[in-house]
């Protein structure tokens, strides 16, 4: 990974020098998994959201890619704020959804193989290939999204860094058994990882929400990310958050099921996205861009 000094009045709560291109909406059927999926639910919906106007400050594609996963059954809708705040600053970011329900849902082993997928398909695509770095990858994640992040860079060695939110570990909803391994465990071998740039560990960054209750149980939830993982990490604990607070925009069924803080959803947000994107720029810039920092 290439490294710089940041410097020490850098406002990361603002949005970046880049303007935001979004994509429109693309459909990939996953047909390498066949069949592990069947029918739609080998289909993704991706929004890709590209920066924009670097030539005028001299910064130039490949820019970095960073695919960010959702919640469980959360639509990657929630996410858009994440996504274009990275994009501003100089990502290629990746939201998408699966086709899966309740009742019909994909697994943690099947559903990491999409994230890899996705780092694939990003090789190979006209415009995208064109324009981000897919030999080094961010991967951000929300709830399960995060344990999902996990197991991806425990089994890929193209992805560099990470960012969890709120992640969620084996729960009795999810316990640990054959096609759910524990993101926990595998963070315990992040360390000595070799990454595609032949470097040791994925260093972490966790936020983390004060109120997560039966949404994020203290048994699987962000501390215990944090104290299993044994590459460089950093977290940050929101004690008067809730797990939800970290959408775009919560429905009444979330707001119901889970505790929120007394601090405002937008502050939940905003504290997140300096997180999220001062890990990528310590982590993932190349020279070039980080001169931008």
């Known amino acids: 990974?290439?490294?710089?000094?940041?410097?020490?009045?850098?406002?990361?709560?603002?949005?970046?020098?880049?303007r935001v291109a979004r994509l429109p909406r693309i459909e990939h059927t996953c047909h390498k998994l066949f069949p592990q999926c069947l029918g739609t639910q080998c289909l993704l919906r991706l929004d890709i959201f590209c920066p924009k106007g670097?030539?005028?400050?001299?910064a130039a594609p490949p820019y970095p890619l960073a695919i960010f996963t959702g919640?469980?059954?959360?639509?990657?809708?929630?996410?858009?704020?994440?996504?274009?705040?990275?994009?501003?600053?100089?990502?290629?970011?990746?939201?998408?959804?699966?086709?899966?329900?309740?009742?019909?849902n994909l697994d943690d082993v099947i559903s990491v193989k999409f994230i890899q997928e996705i780092m694939d398909w990003c090789g190979s695509h006209p415009v995208v290939s064109r324009v981000s770095d897919f030999s080094r990858v961010y991967l951000c994640g929300h709830s399960r999204g995060g344990k999902l992040s996990v197991l991806a860079a425990a089994v890929d060695p193209r992805v560099v860094a990470l960012c969890l939110l709120d992640p969620?570990?084996?729960?009795?909803?999810?316990?640990?058994?054959?096609?759910?391994?524990?993101?926990?465990?595998?963070?315990?071998?992040?360390?000595?990882?070799q990454t595609i740039e032949g470097t040791a560990g994925v260093p972490l960054a966790l936020?983390?929400?004060g109120l997560g209750g039966d949404c994020a149980p203290k048994a699987a939830n962000f501390r215990l990310f944090y104290e299993a993982c044994t590459a460089p990490s950093w977290m940050v604990s929101v004690e008067q958050a809730?797990?939800?607070?970290?959408?775009?925009?919560?429905?009444?069924?979330?707001?119901?099921?889970?505790?929120?803080?007394?601090?405002?959803?937008?502050?939940?947000?905003?504290?997140?996205?300096?997180?999220?994107?001062?890990?990528?720029?310590?982590?993932?810039?190349?020279?070039?861009?980080?001169?931008?920092?």
Not at 1 to 18: E, H, K, R, T, V
Not at 54 to 58: A, E, H, I, K, T
Not at 168 to 193: E, F, R
């Open 1 to 18: 990974m290439q490294s710089s000094i940041i410097p020490a009045d850098l406002n990361y709560a603002s949005s970046g020098p880049f």
């Open 54 to 58: 670097g030539s005028s400050f001299g």
């Open 71 to 104: 919640g469980f059954l959360v639509g990657s809708g929630a996410y858009v704020s994440y996504a274009e705040r990275l994009a501003s600053w100089g990502y290629v970011t990746v939201l998408y959804d699966k086709a899966e329900t309740a009742v019909d």
């Open 168 to 193: 969620v570990d084996n729960t009795v909803w999810a316990p640990l058994g054959p096609g759910y391994p524990s993101a926990i465990q595998a963070l315990k071998l992040l360390g000595s990882k």
């Open 207 to 209: 936020v983390g929400s």
């Open 242 to 293: 809730g797990h939800f607070q970290f959408l775009d925009k919560q429905s009444s069924m979330q707001r119901a099921v889970c505790a929120q803080g007394r601090l405002p959803d937008y502050s939940v947000r905003q504290l997140s996205q300096v997180r999220t994107r001062s890990m990528a720029t310590r982590t993932c810039l190349k020279p070039s861009l980080q001169r931008l920092c």
